[in-house]
């Protein structure tokens, strides 16, 4: 198995590169949002792959970072899902979206990726929702919110979730409203924003 290739980027498109790696082009499949986070082309590049075989084809899959192959491997584990659409799943939000949306049972955003329909995003959810893990401090069971004014502060989500539980929502619909919280906010806004957001929509139903 090709565990990862490194060499000299010759050539990227919006889902697929080519690394040159002593002197054999090796073309990989990517998620589009890998193609900004590419280095220019000339320079060395490393990426984590999978090799998937089937009966007429031999096709490998890149990322940039470890995480997303793994959560690329996890998805291969459901039922129905193959790679075109686990590598969509990954092209349509961060690694970290997707972990929270298949922890609290986000099914309308999991179906926003291509070829996913609400009975794959259902399985989805039933097969990995024990497997992807949930934010830290929501797995501790932490009781505290600080930093609550930290932009971009590391746990902001996970502490505006747990301010959202204390207030008497369910861990799906704050997780749910906090989705749409950081669709709107930013990854880089503090836990009261993402707090003051959330609750607008909650409230909204």
């Keep these: 198995m090709i565990a990862h290739v490194r060499g000299t980027l010759v050539a990227a498109s919006a889902d ?15 998620p589009s949002s890998t193609r900004p986070r590419l280095p220019a082309v000339g320079d060395e590049v490393r990426l ?32 129905g899902i193959g790679p075109k659409v686990a590598l969509g799943i990954l092209s349509s939000a961060t690694p970290d979206s997707i972990r929270r949306a298949i922890a609290f049972e986000d099914v309308t955003a999991l179906c926003r990726a291509p070829g996913v329909g609400k009975k794959t ?21 932490a009781d505290t919110l600080p930093n609550a004014g930290a932009p971009g ?29 950081l669709a709107e906010a930013g990854e ?3 836990a009261e924003v993402l707090v ?4 607008k929509h909650l409230y909204r139903g």
Aim: net charge negative; with cysteine.
């Design 121 to 141: 995003a259902q399985r989805i959810v039933l097969e990995l929702k024990d497997k992807v893990g949930t934010p830290a401090r929501a797995a501790a069971g």
């Design 16 to 30: 697929s590169v080519v690394v040159d790696v002593g002197g054999v082009g090796f073309r990989c499949l990517v």
């Design 153 to 181: 502060a590391p746990d902001a989500y996970s502490d505006a979730l747990e301010a959202l539980v204390q207030l008497g929502f369910s861990r799906s619909d704050a997780g749910m409203a906090l989705e749409r919280a």
């Design 188 to 190: 880089g806004a503090g």
């Design 196 to 199: 003051r957001i959330s609750l």
């Design 48 to 79: 984590h792959t999978s090799l998937q075989v089937r009966e007429d084809s031999l096709t490998l899959y890149g990322f940039l970072t470890r995480e997303e192959f793994d959560l690329f491997e996890l998805l291969l584990r459901v039922e």
